[in-house]
C-alpha cells in the first residue's frame, strides 16, 4: 500500500499489516516487506482419524484420514474448540517440521488415502496446503478442507482447484451471531457454499454447531434451511453437531439433544434429503435412504457399523445416494474441477 503496509487479501478481513506486525490469524506477517506465511511446514496437530469425524458422511465412508493443522486463525470465535492451537502464534506452539512431500510420506506410511487440511482455518496456510495437495494428487491421495468457509473470491479458486472434498462451518444463519460471536461476517460463507456448489467439482457437507439461546430457534433452523435448498439443492449433507462450553464461552449450557432432533427433523420435514447429528450418540448418525428411508449406512458415533451401499446405491431400493464412493468418481469430479478451476483463473 501506498504508506508501507501489505494488504494480504486472502480473506475477508483484508488485514493492512505494517512492518514487524502479523494479521487478525497471527501467522501472517509483514517482514521487511514481504508478506510471510509463518505455518508453512510447520503443522501443530498431526493426527489419524475416522473421516466422520470431520465430519464427511457421504466421502468414502468409513475411511481414514491424515488429518493436520497449524496455529492461527480468521475468525475469533468465542467458542473455539481447538483454541489452544487457533489463537496462538507460530512460535507459541509445540510444531513439527513437515515438508509438503513428508506429510504425503507420512499418508502413505499410515496407508491413509485421504489428507486433511483441519484443526484450524486452512484457508491461512492456503500456500503450504496447495503444495501439500499437489503432492498428495500425484501420490493417489485425495484432500479435504475443514473450514470455516472465510475465503476471498480470489483465493478461492487457487486453493479449491486441489481440493476434493470440503466440511465448511455454516455458523448460525444471523449476522448478528457471525459478528458478536466469531468477529467476522455471514455473507462471504454464504457466497462459498454457492462456489462450491456451481463451480467447483469439490463434494462438501456443512457442519452447523448449535449453542443454546445463541442460534437455537426454529425460525433461524427454517431460515438456514430455506436457503440451502434454494441455493445448494436436497442432497449437500448438513450436520447439527452438539456445543459443549469452551474457551470465552463457558456461560452456555452443552446443547441438549432434543434440540438436535427438532433442527434435524425440521430439516428433514422440509425436504433435506441427510441430515446428521454430532457430538452426540443417537440415531441421527445414520445415513437413510431418502427412497425406501431405510438405513444405507449404521454408525455409532465416528465408526461404520455396516454399510449397505452397493455401488452408490442403496441395496434394498437402488435410489442413488449423493456422495464420492469410489476413488474413480473422486477423479473424474477432479478433472472437471481442473477444468473448470484453470478457466475460471485465466
Ligand atoms: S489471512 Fe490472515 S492476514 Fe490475511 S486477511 Fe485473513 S486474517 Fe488477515
Known amino acids: 500500500m501506498e504508506d508501507g503496509r501489505l494488504h494480504c487479501y486472502l480473506c475477508p478481513r483484508h488485514c493492512h499489516i505494517g512492518e514487524g506486525q502479523h494479521g487478525f490469524c497471527f501467522i501472517r506477517k509483514n517482514e521487511h516487506g514481504r508478506l510471510l506465511q509463518l505455518g508453512y511446514g510447520r503443522p501443530a496437530a498431526v493426527a489419524l482419524d475416522p473421516i466422520e469425524k470431520k465430519p464427511l ?10 488429518s493436520m493443522g497449524t496455529a492461527g486463525c480468521n475468525m475469533g ?3 473455539c474448540q481447538n483454541w489452544d492451537i487457533s489463537k ?10 513437515l515438508s509438503p512431500r513428508d506429510v504425503v510420506d507420512l499418508a502413505l506410511q499410515h496407508r491413509s488415502p485421504h489428507l486433511a487440511f483441519t484443526y484450524n482455518e486452512p484457508t491461512i496456510w492456503g500456500e503450504y496446503v496447495i ?47 457471525y459478528s458478536k460471536v466469531t468477529l467476522t461476517h455471514l455473507q462471504p460463507v454464504l457466497d462459498t457454499l454457492r462456489w462450491l456448489r456451481h463451480e467447483t467439482g469439490v463434494w462438501f457437507e456443512i457442519t452447523n454447531l448449535i449453542i443454546p439461546t445463541l442460534n437455537d430457534d426454529d425460525a433461524e433452523f427454517k431460515q438456514l ?8 439443492g436436497d442432497d449437500v449433507p448438513l450436520h447439527f453437531t452438539a456445543f ?7 456461560d452456555k449450557p452443552p446443547t441438549p439433544p432434543e434440540t438436535l432432533h427438532r433442527a434435524r427433523r425440521m430439516a428433514m420435514q422440509m425436504g433435506v434429503k441427510y441430515v446428521y447429528e454430532g457430538n452426540i450418540y443417537s440415531d441421527g448418525a445414520n445415513t437413510i435412504c431418502p427412497g425406501c428411508k431405510q438405513v444405507v449406512i449404521a454408525r455409532s458415533w465416528h465408526s461404520v457399523t455396516s454399510n449397505q451401499l452397493k455401488d452408490g446405491c442403496c441395496a434394498k431400493c437402488g435410489t442413488r445416494i449423493a456422495g464420492v464412493f469410489t476413488q474413480k468418481e473422486a477423479e473424474q469430479r477432479r478433472e472437471w474441477a481442473n477444468h473448470l478451476g484453470a478457466a475460471m483463473i485465466s
Not at 459443549?244 to 463457558?250: A, I, N, S, T, V
Open 57 to 66: 458422511n457421504h466421502f468414502f465412508p468409513g475411511s481414514t484420514i491424515l
Open 77 to 79: 470465535c468465542f467458542f
Open 88 to 97: 496462538a502464534k507460530s512460535d507459541q506452539v509445540r510444531s513439527a517440521d
Open 131 to 177: 503444495d501439500i495437495a499437489r503432492e498428495a494428487h500425484a501420490a493417489g491421495i485425495n484432500t479435504v478442507m475443514v473450514s470455516n468457509g472465510y475465503i476471498t473470491r480470489e483465493a478461492f479458486f487457487d486453493i479449491y482447484r486441489y481440493i476434493d472434498a470440503a466440511n465448511i462451518d455454516l455458523k448460525a444463519f444471523t449476522e448478528k451471531f
Open 225 to 232: 434451511c430455506d436457503w440451502v435448498l434454494e441455493n445448494l
Open 244 to 250: 459443549h462450553p469452551d474457551f470465552k464461552l463457558q
